[in-house]
């Protein structure tokens, strides 16, 4: 009899699921996590914030960082990529294909309750910004100049799907600058830390040129029409450091000397308009160099 006793208790404990037993609370807390990165499509979550999240719904039972990775990619698949985004890394995004778009209009179709129009209009937005999330960019190099001032450049700077969304919004027949223009304000929009767009940084450029005035740049930049006074910035900086000429190499050897002047014209006026304020410099160099020019 002790026999047959010892046997069916190893029975009942072999009859108990292996592994540790689920956890209520915790599995609710983690299926609001799912809900709530499938309604973040195309946005950079971080796994910290998720922790954070499940601590404010199940209290001291929320998963650890490295717990919360491992039930993301059990439960997403192949669909999560987890990577590093400024530096700092465990940030997790859900990858988003044109069939998974299409399969879920098709889902919403079925549901009598939703709105046809909306449902269309809704796919439609979600198919252009999977194009527009799948350019390839390199913020290594800001736009060449010739790229800013090219229409054709411009125009294949946007994806194919949202040029033919506005085209067909537009009326007017010469309107592939307005098109260019709108387009990559849509782009910067939808991704704005992986992506320079040409227009966007080019008017900046401009306006700051001509006009001087961080406002202005500002006011564009909030409005979503240029870059922002700080790119605009960096560019300049970037730009004169790319062009400057090193006078040395050309005359090594030598003692060169900078002499800089500042002219003002017309500047007592009790408006402050037509003045001018300007500065040159000038680099000279002794001993006099002599230079043989051959011509072939």
Known sequence: ???????????????????????????????????????????????????????????????T??????????????????????????????KTTASSIIHNFHKRQQNEQS??????ITTAAKLIK?????????????????NVKSLKENLAFVP?????????IFVEKNSEVKIATIGQAIMQACIPRNVICPLQLGLGVQMHHHFGSKFLVETLFQLGLCA????????????AASNTTSIQDYFPGQFMQFVA????HNSCTLDGHNTFHGMDIISCKTPKNSKDECQL
Not at 21 to 39: G, H, K, M, S
Not at 130 to 146: G, L, T, V
Request: net charge negative; glycine share 4%; charged share 30%.
């Open 160 to 168: 194919t799907s949202l040029l033919v969304f506005l085209n067909n």
């Open 1 to 63: 009899m002790k026999y047959q006793s010892n046997t069916r208790k190893r029975q009942k404990l072999s009859a108990k699921s292996p592994g540790r037993p689920i956890n209520r609370d915790q599995q609710l807390a983690f299926d609001e996590l799912v809900r709530y990165v499938e309604t973040s499509e195309g946005k950079v979550i971080s796994v910290s914030d998720l922790v954070k999240k499940m601590t404010e719904l199940c209290g001291d039972k929320s998963y």
């Open 130 to 146: 999977n194009d527009i999330q799948s350019i390839q960019c390199d913020k290594s190099f800001y736009p060449s100049s010739e």
């Open 228 to 239: 922002s006074y700080g790119e605009v910035q960096k560019f300049e900086m970037n730009a």
């Open 65 to 94: 960082a490295k717990h919360m990775k491992n039930k993301l990619i059990e439960h997403f698949g192949s669909d999560i990529v987890i990577g590093n985004l400024d530096g700092k890394s465990d940030f997790i995004s859900l």
């Open 261 to 264: 002047d500042n002219v003002d």
């Open 115 to 120: 709105d046809e129009r909306e449902n269309i």
